[in-house]
C-alpha cells in the first residue's frame, strides 16, 4: 500500500520543472491518510497525464493553480 499524499506529490515532482517555469500555484487537501488500494503506479501514471494535460492547457492563461481535493465516504475516495 502507498499513502495517495506520496503518489500525488511523486506525480508533481515529476513536473516540477514545468510548474516553476508556468510559476503555476499547488494547493492540496485531504491527500493524508488515505491509503491506496490497487497498483499504485497505475494510479501515479494516470495522475501524472492529467497534471501534464492541466499545465497545458495553462501555458496561455493569466490564472494559473491546480488543486488537489481528496475525500472519503463509504470506504471509497474521490479525488478533484
Same mark, same amino acid.
Given at each position: /500500500?502507498?499513502? $495517495?499524499?506520496? *503518489?500525488?506529490?511523486?506525480?508533481? #515532482? %515529476?513536473? /516540477?520543472?514545468?510548474?516553476?517555469?508556468?510559476? +503555476?500555484?499547488?494547493?492540496?487537501?485531504? $491527500?493524508? %491518510?488515505?491509503?491506496?488500494? %490497487?497498483?499504485? $503506479? /497505475?494510479? &501515479?501514471?494516470?495522475?501524472? &497525464? +492529467?497534471? #501534464?494535460?492541466?499545465? &497545458?492547457?495553462?501555458?496561455?492563461?493569466?490564472?494559473? #493553480? +491546480?488543486?488537489?481535493?481528496?475525500?472519503? /465516504?463509504? %470506504?471509497? *475516495?474521490?479525488?478533484?
Amino acid at each position: /500500500q502507498q499513502s $495517495l499524499a506520496k *503518489v500525488i506529490h511523486s506525480a508533481l #515532482k %515529476g513536473q /516540477q520543472s514545468k510548474i516553476k517555469a508556468l510559476n +503555476i500555484d499547488i494547493e492540496t487537501s485531504g $491527500l493524508e %491518510g488515505i491509503d491506496l488500494i %490497487g497498483e499504485s $503506479l /497505475q494510479i &501515479e501514471t494516470a495522475i501524472d &497525464e +492529467i497534471l #501534464k494535460n492541466a499545465i &497545458e492547457a495553462m501555458e496561455h492563461s493569466k490564472s494559473r #493553480k +491546480i488543486t488537489f481535493i481528496a475525500r472519503t /465516504q463509504m %470506504g471509497n *475516495v474521490r479525488l478533484k
